[in-house]
């Protein structure tokens, strides 16, 4: 069990040590689940006009600085619900996240564990090496919209959120070049957006570095962002197997 419990967290670092954290998103779970998001198998629905799909590269780095990569795939329904599907070396699914207003749960295929929790922080609250991630936060980054929803200026750079929490920004001419706050636990969380392109007409950061304490955990290298597309009703269901261990 202790050896479980092990390969879980190593697996949930990698997967939520932001993001997701993005962070960040059909059936059953490793390459069937990806087959069936990608609508194979489901009548599609008919697309809402701010939902988008997204491809990217998802890097993380341990306390040494090692790096360790894989491919993400983003189905955003701003606000309402997400789908994130993480791929390792060859194409195995190494994490599958689903969030809906309802709740939201991760499986790891290659470790046959899951998670469950509700409302819009994702991660381990009892672990203190795992930030919590503002899943819309993360997700909105595709959409071009960087800064926290209805938040209040205060001048100098200083903000609040509305949810009374305080951070700080700078910027790059028109473009958001960062924004940094206290974690839970006091240490300095800061996102640094690099690399500004137009992806089907909304100027995005194309690489964005998250840092805690000063030093980069996570790293996204934006490939395609597509607009107003259509997804299958699979990519809405997250199938976990009853061998499946869950993780309180």
Not at 143 to 166: N, Q
Not at 170 to 199: H, L, P, Q, T, Y
Request: hydrophobic share 40%.
């Amino acid at each position: 069990m202790f050896g479980a419990a092990q390969k879980f967290f190593r697996a949930y670092r990698f997967f939520l040590c932001a993001i997701l954290a993005f962070l960040v998103l059909c059936g059953c779970s490793g390459s069937k689940a990806m087959r069936k998001a990608d609508g194979v198998g489901d009548a599609p629905v008919a697309a809402v006009t701010d939902s988008l799909k997204a491809k990217f590269k998802f890097s993380l780095f341990d306390k040494a600085g090692k790096e360790q990569e894989f491919d993400a795939v983003l189905f955003s329904v701003p606000g309402k619900r997400y789908r994130m599907e993480l791929t390792g070396a060859m194409g195995i699914g190494v994490a599958s996240l689903l969030w809906k207003e309802d709740g939201w749960q991760v499986v790891f295929p290659t470790e046959k564990m899951y998670v469950k929790g509700a409302g819009y922080m994702v991660g381990l609250f009892s672990d203190s090496t795992i930030p919590m991630v503002h899943i819309h936060q993360v997700a909105s980054v595709f959409e071009g919209k960087l800064l926290p929803e209805g938040y209040k200026d205060l001048g100098d750079g200083k903000a609040v959120e509305s949810t009374g929490r305080e951070f700080s920004y700078g910027k790059n001419g028109s473009d958001v070049a960062w924004i940094s706050r206290a974690g839970r636990d006091g240490k300095s969380e800061k996102i640094r957006f690099e690399g500004f392109k137009e992806f089907e007409g909304t100027r995005i950061p194309a690489h964005v570095v998250f840092e805690r304490n000063g030093k980069k955990y996570l790293e996204i290298q934006v490939k395609t962002v597509k607009h107003g597309q259509t997804f299958s009703l699979g990519v809405w269901r997250l199938n976990i197997p009853k061998s499946y261990q869950r993780i309180e």
